[in-house]
């Protein structure tokens, strides 16, 4: 007998059949009411990337409808046969429909931010299914071989950085790695401190971006007894940097939002050389 399976990628669910409709809300419930109790029945089946709770329109019957997208088109579809008809939270039973609008032929896939990448991970994995680690973050702002130049013009000075992610998932025995680079242009008038917070905003971007390239190589195998296989998408012609490069700033066990708000670090006081596990 063949195990059904469904893949699930780490990308913006943009295929029409994995969204549904759900029309005859009843006008007496709030947004806030109608959204928790929707993405708690609809969750059930399947993560979600996507509810929204929209008013009717003006010509039509007090009330609300709403468009619920999931990552998965055969989850999306049980959703649909399974409440459709049924009153769920209210004393009327809904219409749920799939959607029928066509794809266009030709459109190009868009990767999850991070936020989506770790709320997806948490719902088929948990908290402890995954783990994420920096093993080199590096100023390549004078860096000739990235195209870089020391400086951009008169008025302002390139930053640069650089990041190599992995993430491994650890009950799978399988991890892989993700590439990110932030940059931007400061002014050469800015005051040290700012010129601080820059860099770790820009570090904290080059970070996000690598874990979000590592996340877009997984392939979430969820299998029909609601076991769940990992598969990584390796790419033979990707050549990632060396680990030990000159000039790398191992940083981790750094809280982002703390120091992006902490106005207090100067140049001399900030400690570069952290060294841990990052994490989620």
């Known amino acids: 007998m063949d195990i059904e399976v469904d893949i699930i990628e780490f990308k913006v669910p943009l295929e029409n059949n994995k969204t549904i409709f759900i029309w005859d809300i009843q006008p007496n419930f709030s947004e806030a009411y109608i959204y928790e109790s929707l993405w708690s029945a609809y969750s059930a089946f399947g993560a979600l990337y996507l509810l929204k709770v929209c008013p009717n329109a003006t010509v039509a019957e007090p009330g609300f409808y709403t468009m619920v997208k999931f990552y998965s088109s055969a989850q999306a579809s049980k959703a649909q046969r399974a409440t ?3 009153c769920l939270f209210q004393s009327s039973p809904l219409k749920v429909r799939l959607s029928t609008k066509q794809n266009l032929s030709f459109y190009s896939t868009k990767p999850l931010c991070l936020s989506k990448c ?5 719902h088929y994995l948990g908290f402890s299914g995954w783990s994420t680690r920096i093993i080199t973050l590096k100023d390549i702002s004078k860096c000739v071989d990235a195209g870089c130049q020391e400086e951009a013009d008169d008025q302002g000075v390139l930053l640069k950085y650089g990041c190599i992610a992995e993430l491994t998932f650890p009950q799978h025995g399988v991890s892989c790695q993700g590439v990110g680079v932030a940059e931007e242009i400061i002014d050469n008038d800015r005051d040290p401190e700012e010129k601080l917070r820059k860099r770790g905003t820009l570090m904290k971007r080059a970070k996000d971006k690598a874990v979000e390239v590592a996340f877009e190589k997984v392939l979430l195998m969820i299998l029909g007894n609601g076991k769940v296989a ?9 050549i990632l940097p060396e680990e030990n490069s000159e000039g790398v700033i191992k940083v981790n066990d750094i809280s982002w939002n703390e120091f992006e708000g902490d106005d207090s670090n100067t140049e ?3 400690p570069w050389d952290l060294t841990g596990d990052l994490p989620h």
């Open 230 to 238: 990992i598969e990584i998408k390796y790419d033979p012609d990707e």
């Open 268 to 270: 001399e006081d900030f």
């Open 118 to 122: 770790h709320s997806l991970a948490n």
């Open 84 to 86: 459709d008809k049924q």
